[in-house]
T-cell receptor, first 110, second 115 residues
Framework: NAGVTQTPKFQVLKTGQSMTLQCAQD?????MYWYRQDPGMGLRLIYY???????DKGEVPNGYNVSRLNKREFSLRLESAAPSQTSVYFC?????????FGQGTRLTVV | AQSVAQPEDQVKVAEGNPLTVKCTYS??????LFWYVQYPNRGLQFLLK??????LVKGSYGFEAEFNKSQTSFHLKKPSALVSDSALYFC?????????????FGSGTRLLVRP
Protein backbone atom coordinates (compact mmCIF):
# COMPACT_ATOMS: atom_id res chain seq x y z
CA ASN A 1 0.00 0.00 0.00
CA ALA A 2 1.88 3.09 -1.27
CA GLY A 3 -0.31 5.77 0.36
CA VAL A 4 0.46 9.17 -1.22
CA THR A 5 3.04 9.22 -4.01
CA GLN A 6 4.63 12.40 -5.35
CA THR A 7 6.79 12.85 -8.41
CA PRO A 8 9.40 14.08 -8.93
CA LYS A 9 11.32 14.07 -5.64
CA PHE A 10 13.74 16.79 -6.73
CA GLN A 11 13.62 19.42 -9.46
CA VAL A 12 15.65 22.45 -10.49
CA LEU A 13 13.97 25.01 -12.73
CA LYS A 14 15.10 28.20 -14.34
CA THR A 15 13.08 31.33 -13.74
CA GLY A 16 10.17 31.43 -16.16
CA GLN A 17 10.06 27.69 -16.83
CA SER A 18 6.91 25.70 -16.19
CA MET A 19 6.40 22.32 -14.59
CA THR A 20 3.75 20.08 -13.07
CA LEU A 21 4.08 18.25 -9.78
CA GLN A 22 2.19 14.99 -9.73
CA CYS A 23 0.41 13.40 -6.78
CA ALA A 24 -1.54 10.16 -6.53
CA GLN A 25 -3.18 8.42 -3.59
CA ASP A 26 -4.42 4.85 -3.34
CA UNK A 27 -6.54 5.20 -0.19
CA UNK A 28 -9.77 6.19 -1.98
CA UNK A 29 -9.81 9.52 -0.16
CA UNK A 30 -12.11 12.29 -1.33
CA UNK A 31 -10.00 15.26 -0.21
CA MET A 32 -6.54 16.17 -1.46
CA TYR A 33 -4.23 19.08 -0.71
CA TRP A 34 -1.05 20.82 -1.79
CA TYR A 35 1.12 22.49 0.82
CA ARG A 36 4.46 24.25 0.65
CA GLN A 37 6.98 24.15 3.48
CA ASP A 38 9.38 27.00 4.07
CA PRO A 39 11.79 27.41 7.00
CA GLY A 40 10.13 29.02 10.00
CA MET A 41 6.73 29.17 8.32
CA GLY A 42 5.44 25.68 8.75
CA LEU A 43 3.19 24.27 6.05
CA ARG A 44 0.99 26.65 4.12
CA LEU A 45 -1.95 25.47 2.07
CA ILE A 46 -1.74 26.30 -1.63
CA TYR A 47 -4.85 24.62 -3.05
CA TYR A 48 -7.16 21.87 -2.02
CA UNK A 49 -9.81 19.65 -3.53
CA UNK A 50 -12.59 18.60 -1.19
CA UNK A 51 -13.89 16.08 -3.70
CA UNK A 52 -13.40 14.98 -7.28
CA UNK A 53 -14.34 17.81 -9.62
CA UNK A 54 -13.82 20.64 -7.13
CA UNK A 55 -10.80 22.77 -6.29
CA ASP A 56 -10.39 25.77 -4.01
CA LYS A 57 -7.69 28.26 -3.14
CA GLY A 58 -5.82 27.98 0.10
CA GLU A 59 -3.62 30.48 1.87
CA VAL A 60 -0.97 31.03 -0.85
CA PRO A 61 -2.43 30.22 -4.30
CA ASN A 62 -0.76 32.93 -6.40
CA GLY A 63 1.48 31.55 -9.14
CA TYR A 64 -0.04 28.07 -9.03
CA ASN A 65 -2.82 26.12 -10.69
CA VAL A 66 -4.21 22.70 -9.88
CA SER A 67 -6.10 19.91 -11.58
CA ARG A 68 -8.05 17.15 -9.89
CA LEU A 69 -7.70 14.67 -12.71
CA ASN A 70 -9.74 11.96 -11.01
CA LYS A 71 -10.29 10.74 -7.48
CA ARG A 72 -6.72 9.44 -7.22
CA GLU A 73 -4.70 12.25 -8.79
CA PHE A 74 -4.19 15.91 -7.94
CA SER A 75 -1.53 17.87 -9.82
CA LEU A 76 0.07 21.25 -9.10
CA ARG A 77 1.31 23.41 -11.97
CA LEU A 78 3.74 26.30 -11.94
CA GLU A 79 3.19 28.22 -15.17
CA SER A 80 6.16 30.57 -14.85
CA ALA A 81 8.45 29.64 -12.00
CA ALA A 82 9.91 32.33 -9.77
CA PRO A 83 12.72 32.10 -7.18
CA SER A 84 10.09 32.76 -4.47
CA GLN A 85 8.60 29.39 -5.33
CA THR A 86 11.72 27.59 -4.17
CA SER A 87 10.31 25.33 -1.48
CA VAL A 88 9.43 21.81 -0.48
CA TYR A 89 6.00 20.83 -1.74
CA PHE A 90 3.83 18.25 -0.03
CA CYS A 91 0.70 16.57 -1.28
CA UNK A 92 -1.74 15.09 1.21
CA UNK A 93 -5.03 13.26 1.19
CA UNK A 94 -7.75 12.83 3.77
CA UNK A 95 -11.06 11.16 4.35
CA UNK A 96 -11.17 12.57 7.91
CA UNK A 97 -10.05 13.38 10.34
CA UNK A 98 -6.26 13.17 9.84
CA UNK A 99 -4.37 13.69 6.60
CA UNK A 100 -1.68 11.50 5.09
CA PHE A 101 1.31 13.06 3.40
CA GLY A 102 3.62 12.20 0.53
CA GLN A 103 7.39 12.34 0.82
CA GLY A 104 7.63 15.78 -0.75
CA THR A 105 9.14 17.45 -3.82
CA ARG A 106 12.14 19.70 -3.27
CA LEU A 107 11.94 22.42 -5.91
CA THR A 108 14.68 24.97 -6.57
CA VAL A 109 14.09 27.87 -8.94
CA VAL A 110 17.28 29.61 -10.08
CA ALA B 1 -10.15 32.25 10.76
CA GLN B 2 -8.30 29.23 12.04
CA SER B 3 -4.74 29.54 13.30
CA VAL B 4 -2.14 27.64 15.26
CA ALA B 5 0.75 29.04 17.29
CA GLN B 6 3.84 27.12 18.33
CA PRO B 7 5.67 29.65 20.46
CA GLU B 8 9.00 27.83 20.63
CA ASP B 9 11.20 27.45 17.56
CA GLN B 10 13.34 24.91 19.40
CA VAL B 11 13.10 22.78 22.52
CA LYS B 12 16.15 21.11 24.02
CA VAL B 13 15.96 18.32 26.60
CA ALA B 14 18.28 15.68 27.95
CA GLU B 15 17.60 12.05 27.17
CA GLY B 16 15.43 10.48 29.85
CA ASN B 17 13.87 13.78 30.89
CA PRO B 18 10.23 14.65 30.19
CA LEU B 19 9.50 16.87 27.23
CA THR B 20 6.74 19.31 26.34
CA VAL B 21 6.16 20.99 23.00
CA LYS B 22 3.59 23.78 23.20
CA CYS B 23 0.69 24.54 20.88
CA THR B 24 -2.22 26.96 21.09
CA TYR B 25 -4.99 27.28 18.55
CA SER B 26 -7.84 29.48 17.40
CA UNK B 27 -10.86 28.05 15.59
CA UNK B 28 -14.57 28.71 15.35
CA UNK B 29 -16.47 26.08 17.25
CA UNK B 30 -15.00 22.80 18.39
CA UNK B 31 -11.64 21.75 16.99
CA UNK B 32 -9.98 18.67 15.65
CA LEU B 33 -6.33 18.84 16.78
CA PHE B 34 -3.32 16.94 15.52
CA TRP B 35 0.39 16.46 16.03
CA TYR B 36 2.72 15.44 13.22
CA VAL B 37 6.44 14.68 13.23
CA GLN B 38 8.90 15.24 10.41
CA TYR B 39 12.30 13.55 10.26
CA PRO B 40 15.00 15.00 7.97
CA ASN B 41 14.18 14.79 4.26
CA ARG B 42 10.93 12.98 4.97
CA GLY B 43 7.23 13.71 4.80
CA LEU B 44 5.02 14.32 7.80
CA GLN B 45 4.02 11.39 9.94
CA PHE B 46 0.83 11.44 11.98
CA LEU B 47 1.42 11.12 15.76
CA LEU B 48 -1.93 11.65 17.44
CA LYS B 49 -5.26 13.46 17.31
CA UNK B 50 -7.94 14.89 19.55
CA UNK B 51 -11.51 14.61 18.33
CA UNK B 52 -13.64 14.43 21.44
CA UNK B 53 -13.70 12.70 24.80
CA UNK B 54 -10.75 12.41 27.17
CA UNK B 55 -8.55 15.46 27.28
CA LEU B 56 -5.42 13.32 27.40
CA VAL B 57 -4.82 11.48 24.15
CA LYS B 58 -2.13 8.90 23.52
CA GLY B 59 -0.35 8.39 20.24
CA SER B 60 2.60 6.76 18.55
CA TYR B 61 6.11 6.30 20.01
CA GLY B 62 4.98 7.02 23.60
CA PHE B 63 3.79 10.55 22.90
CA GLU B 64 0.65 12.02 24.41
CA ALA B 65 -1.08 15.38 24.26
CA GLU B 66 -3.35 17.25 26.60
CA PHE B 67 -6.30 19.23 25.29
CA ASN B 68 -7.25 22.26 27.37
CA LYS B 69 -10.34 24.00 26.05
CA SER B 70 -10.21 26.98 28.40
CA GLN B 71 -6.61 27.74 27.44
CA THR B 72 -7.10 26.69 23.80
CA SER B 73 -3.97 24.59 24.05
CA PHE B 74 -2.89 21.15 22.89
CA HIS B 75 0.61 20.53 24.25
CA LEU B 76 2.60 17.48 23.18
CA LYS B 77 4.30 15.53 25.95
CA LYS B 78 6.47 12.50 26.56
CA PRO B 79 7.51 11.24 30.01
CA SER B 80 11.04 10.19 28.96
CA ALA B 81 12.71 11.60 25.85
CA LEU B 82 14.88 9.56 23.49
CA VAL B 83 17.63 10.84 21.23
CA SER B 84 15.66 9.35 18.35
CA ASP B 85 12.78 11.75 19.17
CA SER B 86 14.86 14.60 17.75
CA ALA B 87 12.83 15.93 14.83
CA LEU B 88 10.54 18.74 13.72
CA TYR B 89 7.07 18.70 15.28
CA PHE B 90 3.97 20.35 13.88
CA CYS B 91 0.66 21.07 15.54
CA UNK B 92 -2.40 21.37 13.28
CA UNK B 93 -6.08 22.26 13.66
CA UNK B 94 -9.25 21.75 11.69
CA UNK B 95 -12.67 23.14 12.49
CA UNK B 96 -15.23 20.49 13.31
CA UNK B 97 -17.66 22.01 10.84
CA UNK B 98 -15.13 22.45 8.04
CA UNK B 99 -16.29 20.07 5.34
CA UNK B 100 -13.13 20.50 3.29
CA UNK B 101 -11.10 18.76 6.02
CA UNK B 102 -8.16 21.09 5.39
CA UNK B 103 -5.55 21.33 8.13
CA UNK B 104 -3.96 24.56 9.31
CA PHE B 105 -0.44 24.09 10.64
CA GLY B 106 1.76 25.88 13.12
CA SER B 107 5.27 26.99 12.22
CA GLY B 108 6.88 23.93 13.79
CA THR B 109 9.10 23.26 16.79
CA ARG B 110 12.46 21.57 16.46
CA LEU B 111 13.05 19.11 19.28
CA LEU B 112 16.65 18.32 20.15
CA VAL B 113 17.28 15.52 22.64
CA ARG B 114 20.82 15.45 24.02
CA PRO B 115 22.41 12.11 24.92
Amino acid sequence: NAGVTQTPKFQVLKTGQSMTLQCAQDMNHNSMYWYRQDPGMGLRLIYYSASEGTTDKGEVPNGYNVSRLNKREFSLRLESAAPSQTSVYFCASSEAPEAFFGQGTRLTVV
Amino acid sequence: AQSVAQPEDQVKVAEGNPLTVKCTYSVSGNPYLFWYVQYPNRGLQFLLKYITGDNLVKGSYGFEAEFNKSQTSFHLKKPSALVSDSALYFCAVRGLMDSSYKLIFGSGTRLLVRP
